[in-house]
């Protein structure tokens, strides 16, 4: 750990010129005492966690560094070595629960997949029927995510365009306030809401369109709000330059300002997609599901991955416990791979 | 736009690309013979089309397996049910979305009401159809064979008794030591049949332990809630001294030990799906058409197991559109026949005692 | 609106050059308004008002839907702790559910923001630009992780994994009351939830703070470096006032869906109805598991007693989203001086 933590000391900064520099071995020193610091402390008070002694492995090692730095190199420099540090731990918090998670849906969910299990459907697999597969649950997925961006994708973007582009005045922070509430919504609602409007109001019987239209509600805040963002970092010097140059307002907007923020779009509308890809609630009330394969969205009850692993994983037989796991990774690979093909789509498409 | 237009290329280059790595997908999976396909489907007289149904997640493993019994013998039909929850189902039905719900208790008041309004010509009715026990599992390390009265129960989740060397625990286990753990009684958080047929089970046998009302949604203070039979099963797998209660199947599957439970005969009956039977074949029918039972707790038929659920399924005798009625009429005539009852037994569920099974079957031939 | 202010107020939260340099732009090019300007901009009008009417939609659709159940309700909505909508008569309160929802949304926050603004800092400013990009792809991937998962997984995994940092926290810290158990029980308790979520709302606060930290410009942050800035007051003074508002708004996005999680926190949390700052105690519910455990077998009263509580956190999100926005005002004045 303390070897990774050095790395940044070498690059720019400008300081190493003049003063002192704490030693990689310095550093590696306080690191062993810290994790010997925290052995000690094990054996006076009995600490049966792993998780807390790296947490106070890694709090010991920062006070320890921080007074070492402080002394030698200046407070200055403590400062940002304490937050380099911070920084770098922060990152490797995170990727604890990551790699955990993706360990255990890898580990449990690898051994099933297999050809014929994206290729099958559920149809004709009993309770105790190790067989069965996803295909059915994979095309519903597809077709609804690919429904539900349809709708809201354009759609958010128009509405952060207006957002930051034209709006000004009460429209404007009223419609910026309600998406933000939005983002708020149970996805159950979200459900509960079509359901009653589309599917019993307008007498409709449950399909993957209806589906759709759920996950679209839970997608429109995400793009819009991160769409704006991406928007509003957009320099003006490039809107004024085209303006410059005679190019009408619209066709900046969409010509200049949209594709230099759209890599940060895409990574909004990705993580949009990889939100409602796990949803459930809202798809049980509406889709109905299926265990057969339906190609058609807009005609009789389809099926979604997430509603498989739902029911899947709360079945009492071990064989569908593995089906869950497995229908849980291949739902993450799947998102996985769209979410990089939209990168590189939207590095070809980008302004250089 | 041309930039947009490469982009969606790309997107939809890639788009075909997924779909095409499963592209020649299948619903075929008969290639696997089950072992009981040959010998059931004789019996079962075919009609074609498609219906769907939800409801109860109680019956959904009984539903799969008659669902595939059925469309394996009878092509041309498919038959979609979906454990939504019971009380969805009923909506469902209500909402004319559905050709029947499963449902763990009996469809009444206003909302069978408004359901009748399908059944024009016909009735209304609720078909008993799957019948099961609920196992109280424990997680007691050392401690197998537990015994326990409908009182202790009562005692234990009511938060009476908190330690499992309690008296009144010993009193039922003579000759058993008992460890002085904390007691966790854990209970569904979600709504379930289960819970209601549980607290039904106490408040009929121990009325005077369980001052706490009968229902889905669990009413007692204390203990801890888990969601559906699975996290109930892992919560009491996890925690030493814990106390829960689930499905057979889910206690057979995890390994967790179940208690012996005292029945109106004064016997601590071990769960068991013929000891079920025979303890629903003491609960009481309301006249045809509409079957509703009644369960007595107090009934003192000996080998009878006292905690257990009956599922129905609820649909019009007349109203439902004829191509779906045709097949509804044909599918639970299988489901309520000698072979279609035989064919879940394994699963954990507990076949209708006979003279209730040909009550059903009169009744669903009613249904045009 | 002139067309004047519209030149002039493109992208503007920070659109603040000298005024010099403004007026000909706008002036200049755009004098008169061309028609397709005026139709893309009324497109865009149209579709930002079409998002208004959908909110008003859903939320008559929940009023709607509310009230006969809050009718029926004989207890008091707001300080009933119980939640027996389907017994006759109908008992139901939201207080201890609002209660469970704020404390776990809350707790996760502190736990994700730092962590996820770290993340963030880590890809742009720290990680060798070779390794930015599969890094921000592998935190996005705990997006697309199904709330399902990270249900199971908490209550499979971690719950019994944090049992012993939890029993070691109520054992030496357990006069802090925040930190005492009830009875000495700790297990799938409100911190563990509040860390279930907090992972869950990781990735799309890093991500967004991630996108911004790209965005600041360059000059900023080497006018700071050359001026003998170190890299952490370089961040300070260039990278994180341009990327505040952006880094709450990402921030008020996760604590919507921390708010919002039905699935998850139903399988974590023991669901119990009370109000309790125990947080290591196995207990506590919050609004969406509670719609979660209680829709499939909710009567007509007590679905509608599901959505009202809805409608609470739908207003909840909306106090929240004042607060947030009071925060975001007071540093509009603050310029990035481009």
Avoid at chain 1, 56 to 62: C, H, M, Q, R, S
């Amino acid at each position: 750990m303390s070897t990774t933590t050095i790395a940044p000391a070498t690059s720019p900064g400008g300081m190493d010129l003049t003063g002192q520099k704490l030693s990689l071995t310095t550093l590696a020193a306080i690191g062993a005492g810290a994790v010997v610091a925290t052995v000690l402390l094990y054996v006076v008070a009995p600490i049966d966690s792993k998780i807390q002694f790296v947490l106070i492995a890694g709090a010991l090692y920062l006070i320890g560094q921080s007074v070492a730095s402080g002394m030698v190199e200046g407070a200055r420099k403590a400062v940002d070595r304490f937050v380099t540090t911070l920084v770098y731990l922060a990152f490797l918090l995170a990727l604890i629960p990551l790699v955990a998670v993706l360990a255990s849906v890898i580990a449990k969910g690898a051994q099933r997949v297999s050809y014929d299990f994206l290729t099958t459907s559920m149809r004709n697999i009993g309770a105790r029927d190790a067989g069965g597969g996803i295909y059915h649950a994979l095309v519903g997925t597809l077709e609804q995510i690919a429904l539900a961006s349809l709708f809201a994708v354009p759609f958010s973007m128009l509405v952060a365009i207006y957002l930051v582009e034209y709006g000004r005045g009460r429209i404007s922070r009223t419609i910026s306030f309600f998406v933000d509430v939005l983002t708020g919504l149970p996805s159950v609602i979200a459900g509960l809401f079509i359901l009653s409007f589309y599917l019993l109001a307008l007498n409709q019987n449950p399909s993957g369109f209806a589906g759709a239209l759920a996950l679209t509600i839970l997608m429109i805040p995400i793009v819009v709000r991160s769409t704006e963002e991406m928007l509003k970092l957009v320099p003006n010097e490039l809107r004024e330059a085209s303006y410059a140059l005679g190019v009408a307002r619209w066709r900046t907007i969409l010509k200049i300002v949209v594709p230099t923020a759209l890599p940060g779009i895409v990574t909004g509308v990705m993580l949009a997609v990889a939100r409602v890809a796990g949803e459930t609630a809202p798809l049980l009330l509406t889709i109905f599901g299926n265990d057969a394969i339906n190609f058609n969205p807009f005609s009789g009850p389809q099926s979604a991955l997430p509603l498989y692993i739902y029911s899947q994983a709360g079945a009492p037989q071990q064989v569908a416990v593995d089906r869950a796991w497995a229908a849980a990774l291949t739902l993450i690979v799947l998102v996985m791979l769209l979410s990089a093909i939209a990168r590189v789509a939207a590095r070809f498409a980008r302004v250089r | 736009m041309n930039i947009g237009k490469r982009q969606v290329a790309v997107m939809g280059l890639a788009m075909s690309a997924v779909l095409g790595v499963a592209a020649c997908g299948s619903d075929n999976n008969t290639a696997s013979p089950s072992s009981t396909a040959g010998t059931a489907t004789g019996a079962i007289s075919c009609a074609t089309g498609s219906i769907v149904a939800s409801g109860s997640t109680a019956q959904k493993n009984a539903m799969d397996e008659w669902v595939k019994k059925y469309q394996t013998a009878c092509s041309g039909s498919t038959i979609n049910y979906q454990a939504v929850g019971s009380a969805a189902g009923k909506q469902a039905f209500v909402d004319g979305k559905i050709d029947f719900a499963g449902s763990d208790s009996a469809i009444s008041g206003d909302q069978a009401t408004s359901a009748a309004k399908r059944c024009t010509g016909g009735q209304l009715v609720n078909l008993p159809m799957v019948a099961g026990p609920v196992a109280v599992i424990y997680n007691l390390a050392g401690v197998k064979d537990l015994q326990l009265s409908a009182a202790t129960l009562a005692k234990i989740y009511s938060g009476a008794i908190t330690k499992w060397n309690d008296p009144v625990i010993a009193a039922d286990n003579p000759g058993l030591t008992l460890p002085s753990t904390t007691i966790v009684s854990v209970h569904r958080s979600d709504g379930s049949g289960t819970t209601d047929n549980l607290t039904k089970y106490l408040a009929g046998a121990a009325a005077s332990d369980w001052t706490f009302a009968s229902g889905s949604d669990w009413k007692a203070p204390g203990g801890q809630g888990s969601k559906g039979s699975d996290g109930v099963t892992a919560t009491v797998k996890a925690t030493a001294g814990a106390i829960g209660y689930v499905e057979l199947s889910f206690a057979e599957n995890a390994s967790l030990s179940t208690a012996k439970i005292k029945n109106g005969a004064g016997e601590y009956v071990a769960v068991s799906t013929e000891a079920t039977s025979k303890g629903v074949s003491t609960a009481k029918v309301a006249p045809a058409p509409d079957l509703k039972l009644t369960f007595d707790y107090t009934a003192t038929t000996p080998g009878a197991y006292p905690i257990y659920l009956v599922t129905y399924e609820i649909t019009c005798t007349q109203g439902l559109a004829a191509s779906q009625a045709t097949l509804v009429k044909s599918f639970l005539t299988y489901t309520s026949s000698t072979n279609g009852q035989a064919a879940i037994a394994d699963l954990g569920y507990a076949p209708l005692p006979t003279d209730l099974a040909s009550k059903v079957s009169s009744v669903v031939a009613t249904i045009s | 609106m002139s067309s004047e202010s519209d030149g002039q107020g493109a992208g503007s939260p920070r659109g603040n050059g000298p005024p010099a340099l403004k007026k000909p732009v706008s002036g200049s090019a755009h004098a008169r308004v061309s028609p397709a300007d005026l139709i893309f901009k009324n497109v865009t009008r149209a579709a930002g008002i079409g998002l208004l009417v959908l909110i008003a939609a859903i939320a008559a659709f929940l009023v709607i839907e509310a009230t006969s159940a809050l009718q029926a309700n004989t207890g008091n909505f707001f300080t009933t702790t119980e939640w027996f909508p389907n017994a006759s008569p109908p008992v139901f309160g939201i207080a201890a559910l609002l209660f469970g929802t704020v404390l776990t949304a809350v707790i996760a926050m502190i736990i994700a923001v730092p962590v996820a603004v770290g993340i963030a800092l880590f890809i742009t400013v720290y990680a060798p630009r070779r390794l930015a990009t599969p890094l921000a792809f592998i935190v996005d991937l705990l997006a697309a992780v199904p709330s399902v998962v990270f249900g199971l997984w908490g209550l499979i995994v971690l719950v019994p994994r944090m049992n012993g940092l939890q029993q070691w926290l109520t054992d030496y810290f357990g006069w802090i009351p925040l930190f005492s158990t009830d009875d000495g029980l700790v297990g799938r308790s409100i911190f563990v939830a509040s860390i279930v979520l907090a992972i869950m709302i990781l990735p799309i606060v890093a991500a967004i703070s991630r996108e911004i930290f790209l965005q600041v410009p360059n000059p900023h942050k080497e006018a700071a470096l050359a001026l003998g800035a170190t890299r952490w007051e370089m961040i300070r003074t260039a990278v994180l006032p341009y990327g505040k508002p952006g880094v709450i708004s990402a921030s008020m996005l996760g604590l919507g869906r921390a708010m919002g999680e039905t699935i998850a926190v139903a399988l974590v949390l023991p669901a119990s109805f009370n109000i309790s700052w125990h947080i290591l105690s196995p207990a506590g519910n919050t609004i969406a598991a509670n719609v979660a455990n209680g829709f499939s077998e909710a009567n007509p009263i007590g679905r509608g007693a599901l959505i009202a509580s809805g409608l609470v956190l739908f207003i909840v999100t909306m106090l929240v989203n004042i607060m947030a926005r009071a925060v975001i005002a007071r540093r509009r004045e603050f310029s990035g001086a481009t």
